[in-house]
């Protein structure tokens, strides 16, 4: 890539446990000590580390954001959000106490609705929020939509996935990433995206098929016990066969599940671009099973310690598997002219959900 051909990759993680173990346990402490309060300052530091870490081509990432942002963020987040949202939750229970289930009829899809669009705006802002405090050569992405209209994005199209009997779920996932991304800048550069459902389709044919050859293979379990005049011991083979059949197909529906995640964020990176530089994305599915049983036993075996972690944990397995190719002219590279945050991703805090 340019400036990056006596480089392995473009992209690098140099950053070492042993060096971010203070910061981890520290951060720990101070968020329990504080009930909670510390954890936006502690994401920062956390952040700022990770980030100046981080190698892209010949100089490393500088986070910018502050726990201050963030914790703005979050507040506006629960006063205009999650406070009307748990008036509305009991207000509808109260009505229907009260008998009024016409009123909750309507109010109860306008909650869901609203769930839908606020989760989606979450993604938009938390994304936008990110690019705009993440500096690389001193120059900085984000993007001047205000994620109003992903927002609605976010209700519609999973709902069309759904209503085709859940086989356009690819689809809105697909068409998602697409408008999310598409709505991005870094520097003057606007990213491109368009990814398509198609290749995915394969392993998520596994996934929606599983459950129907489940229900086929208990019915033909039930109808073995009655073919052998339902004796206790064919009815106790065939209560054992379906009994081993559905923790069969809830562990292999987790396993599809990973693979078909694997795939998607490999076709969504791959088909990303900034400009003249394309991204890939090479973790495959045993790699997305080695970081996720690794942190449920790094948490498990430390008695919750190693949850601290988890961030790091998954940045450097971002950037591990991370690719770019392509040209970037540093002298056309100027600042961007999208509108600096106030405040944090604070929408995104409120669910707990990530970016990317």
């Given at each position: 890539?340019?400036?990056?051909?006596?480089?392995d990759?473009?992209?690098?993680?140099?950053?070492?446990w042993?060096e971010?173990?203070?910061?981890?346990?520290t951060?720990?402490?101070?968020?329990?000590?504080t009930?909670?309060?510390?954890r936006?300052?502690?994401?920062?530091r956390e952040?700022?580390?990770?980030?100046?870490r981080?190698?892209?081509i010949?100089?490393?990432?500088?986070?910018?954001?502050?726990?201050?942002?963030?914790f703005?963020?979050?507040?506006?987040?629960?006063?205009?959000?999650?406070?009307?949202?748990?008036?509305?939750?009991?207000?509808?229970?109260a009505?229907?106490?009260?008998g009024?289930?016409?009123?909750v009829?309507v109010l109860?899809?306008?909650l869901?609705?609203?769930l839908l669009?606020i989760?989606?705006?979450a993604?938009f802002?938390?994304?936008?929020?990110?690019?705009?405090?993440?500096?690389?050569?001193?120059i900085?992405g984000?993007?001047?939509d205000?994620g109003f209209?992903?927002?609605?994005s976010?209700?519609?199209?999973?709902?069309?996935?759904?209503?085709?009997l859940g086989?356009?779920?690819?689809?809105?996932?697909?068409e998602?990433?697409?408008e999310?991304?598409?709505a991005?800048s870094f520097?003057?550069?606007?990213?491109?995206?368009?990814?398509?459902?198609?290749?995915?389709?394969?392993?998520?044919?596994?996934?929606?098929?599983l459950?129907i050859?489940?229900?086929?293979?208990?019915?033909?379990a039930?109808?073995?016990?009655?073919?052998?005049?339902?004796?206790a011991?064919?009815?106790?083979a065939?209560?054992?066969?379906?009994i081993l059949?559905?923790?069969?197909?809830y562990l292999a529906?987790g396993?599809?599940?990973?693979?078909?995640?694997a795939?998607?964020f490999r076709?969504?990176?791959?088909?990303?671009?900034?400009?003249?530089?394309?991204?890939?994305?090479?973790a495959?599915?045993?790699?997305w099973?080695k970081?996720?049983?690794?942190?449920?036993?790094?948490v498990?075996f430390?008695?919750g310690?190693?949850?601290?972690?988890?961030?790091?944990?998954?940045?450097?397995?971002?950037?591990?598997?991370?690719?770019?190719?392509?040209e970037i002219?540093l002298?056309?590279l100027?600042?961007s002219?999208?509108?600096?945050?106030?405040?944090g991703e604070?929408?995104?805090?409120?669910?707990?959900v990530?970016?990317?």
């Amino acid at each position: 890539m340019g400036d990056s051909s006596s480089q392995d990759s473009a992209f690098a993680f140099q950053g070492n446990w042993k060096e971010f173990a203070p910061i981890a346990l520290t951060n720990l402490l101070l968020t329990i000590v504080t009930l909670g309060v510390y954890r936006f300052w502690a994401r920062t530091r956390e952040r700022r580390y990770l980030w100046s870490r981080t190698r892209f081509i010949d100089d490393t990432l500088e986070w910018t954001g502050t726990g201050m942002e963030l914790f703005i963020g979050f507040i506006m987040a629960a006063v205009l959000i999650l406070l009307p949202l748990f008036i509305l939750n009991f207000g509808i229970q109260a009505l229907m106490l009260r008998g009024y289930v016409g009123v909750v009829a309507v109010l109860a899809p306008s909650l869901y609705v609203f769930l839908l669009f606020i989760f989606g705006l979450a993604q938009f802002r938390a994304l936008r929020y990110r690019l705009s405090r993440t500096f690389w050569h001193g120059i900085r992405g984000g993007s001047a939509d205000p994620g109003f209209a992903y927002g609605w994005s976010a209700v519609w199209k999973p709902v069309i996935g759904f209503m085709a009997l859940g086989l356009m779920i690819p689809w809105s996932m697909c068409e998602l990433w697409n408008e999310r991304w598409r709505a991005m800048s870094f520097g003057p550069h606007p990213f491109t995206s368009d990814v398509r459902p198609g290749p995915l389709m394969g392993r998520y044919l596994l996934f929606y098929l599983l459950p129907i050859a489940g229900c086929v293979a208990a019915i033909g379990a039930i109808g073995f016990a009655f073919s052998r005049g339902a004796t206790a011991p064919a009815a106790g083979a065939a209560i054992g066969f379906v009994i081993l059949g559905v923790i069969a197909a809830y562990l292999a529906m987790g396993v599809i599940a990973i693979a078909f995640y694997a795939k998607y964020f490999r076709e969504a990176v791959g088909n990303l671009s900034l400009t003249t530089v394309d991204f890939e994305f090479t973790a495959r599915t045993v790699d997305w099973f080695k970081l996720l049983i690794g942190s449920a036993l790094l948490v498990i075996f430390t008695l919750g310690i190693g949850y601290a972690f988890l961030g790091y944990r998954n940045w450097s397995f971002f950037i591990r598997h991370l690719e770019a190719s392509g040209e970037i002219d540093l002298a056309a590279l100027t600042q961007s002219d999208t509108p600096e945050l106030k405040q944090g991703e604070g929408l995104l805090d409120a669910f707990d959900v990530g970016a990317i």
